[in-house]
């Protein structure tokens, strides 16, 4: 891609769906790829608690200053996993350290089961901008080859449809 269609996808995992999720999307559309790095410790059943209880609160993470900046892309996908209907703190952190720099905004979800239209919303609100794309992963999907494919080849040929009508 030439460098007024690069695209950045943005994610955190603590698990591996979402990170799985945005390497495939990364790789498909020849886009960098930047993992979000949370500063607090969220291994471990304590860890996890933490994670649910900041999730639940609105509170976003300290994270580690990003090398990529979203402003020199023409769409930055960023993908968080849900925990307790909520995105994780490290997304709400990068999203409220990023807010008004991307040029355009895309996301994704992994989760077990929740509507990525229910998560969304508030991301576009941190972030300062409405998505030109997003869609969720929920376990299923992320199990099932197929379904899988057909969710990741759809939100490609979204972006892939911005960026050629964004040239």
């Known amino acids: ?33 930047e993992k979000i790095n949370d500063e607090a410790k969220r291994s471990g059943f304590l860890g996890y608690i933490s994670a649910v209880y900041d999730s639940v609160r609105n509170v976003a993470a300290v994270i580690a200053e990003p090398q990529k900046d979203s ?20 997304v709400r952190g ?34 300062g901008g409405k998505a030109i794309a997003f869609t969720g992963f929920n376990e299923s999907e992320l199990k099932n080859p197929a379904a899988y494919e057909n969710k990741l080849a759809a939100l490609i040929a979204q972006l892939k449809n911005r960026t050629q009508t964004a040239a």
């Open 94 to 127: 990068y999203l409220e350290r990023t807010t008004g720099r991307a040029r355009a905004l895309a996301f994704f979800v992994t989760s077990g089961n929740t509507d990525a239209g229910k998560i969304v919303p508030a991301m576009e609100a941190i972030a």
């Open 71 to 90: 402003a020199d892309y023409s769409i930055t996908v960023v993908g968080t996993p849900v925990w307790a209907g909520r995105m994780t703190p490290a």
């Open 1 to 33: 891609m030439t460098a007024e269609r690069r695209v950045l996808v943005v994610y955190y995992s603590r698990t591996g769906n979402t990170e799985r999720v945005a390497r495939d999307l990364a790789a498909r559309l020849d886009a960098d790829l």
